[in-house]
T-cell receptor, first 110, second 110 residues
Framework: NAGVTQTPKFRVLKTGQSMTLLCAQD?????MYWYRQDPGMGLRLIHY???????AKGEVPDGYNVSRLKKQNFLLGLESAAPSQTSVYFC?????????FGNGTRLTVT | RKEVEQDPGPFNVPEGATVAFNCTYS??????FFWYRQDCRKEPKLLMS???SGNEDGRFTAQLNRASQYISLLIRDSKLSDSATYLC???????????FGKGNQVVVIP
């Protein structure tokens, strides 16, 4: 069972570059989430989705966009990366059960 | 007031001792509560859900106090392998938008 899979695991970007983080889940979960985790800050919600074709802003959405074209996939985009977006990004999904997390993506923006 | 608050610690615990910590939440309409464990640089993993009547899983006991709006986690007979950060997670108002505390860092000392 794959569960929640995030790609890539690591990435280094230069300021101004763009990239997309992919999250895929095989548990048929309705809800999907993108969090970022920074030292001393805990997990903060960026965007989330309550079903295919829907997205909503979380606590820290600025500088990010998301799409949920298919139920199993939730994409997080950075259009113009900034050093403040250096962080560890976690995707999670949820059905009737508690959250299941992916392994995380470590992003550095120089 | 923050949605979910935890004292980050660290909680330095002698091996074999008992440690307990609380997590307070601000929204009285919150319905679901969880404890997650996170090891360094890894994704959070579900430790246990917290039920109204309290629940126990081996050496771990979770309690919910709705009147005072906090949940607690108690670890008995601490093992070195219990060293981790314990995250409190609250489903705010039952709308599947989950809020995280910053975590309680536990260090079990030989």
């Amino acid at each position: 069972n794959a569960g929640v899979t995030q790609t890539p695991k690591f990435r280094v970007l230069k300021t101004g570059q763009s990239m997309t983080l992919l999250c895929a889940q095989d548990m048929n979960h309705e809800y999907m989430y993108w969090y970022r985790q920074d030292p001393g800050m805990g997990l903060r919600l960026i965007h989330y989705s309550v079903g295919e074709g829907t997205t909503a802003k979380g606590e820290v959405p600025d500088g990010y966009n998301v799409s949920r074209l298919k139920k199993q996939n939730f994409l997080l985009g950075l259009e113009s990366a900034a050093p403040s977006q250096t962080s560890v990004y976690f995707c999670a999904s949820k059905g009737d059960s508690p959250l299941h997390f992916g392994n995380g993506t470590r992003l550095t923006v120089t | 007031r923050k949605e979910v608050e935890q004292d980050p610690g660290p909680f330095n615990v002698p091996e074999g001792a008992t440690v307990a910590f609380n997590c307070t939440y601000s929204n009285s309409a919150s319905q679901s509560f969880f404890w997650y464990r996170q090891d360094c640089r890894k994704e959070p993993k579900l430790l246990m859900s917290v039920y109204s009547s309290g629940n126990e899983d081996g050496r771990f006991t979770a309690q919910l106090n709705r009147a005072s709006q906090y949940i607690s986690l108690l670890i008995r007979d601490s093992k070195l392998s219990d060293s981790a950060t314990y995250l409190c997670v609250v489903d705010l108002a039952g709308n599947n938008r989950l809020a995280f505390g910053k975590g309680n860092q536990v260090v079990v000392i030989p």
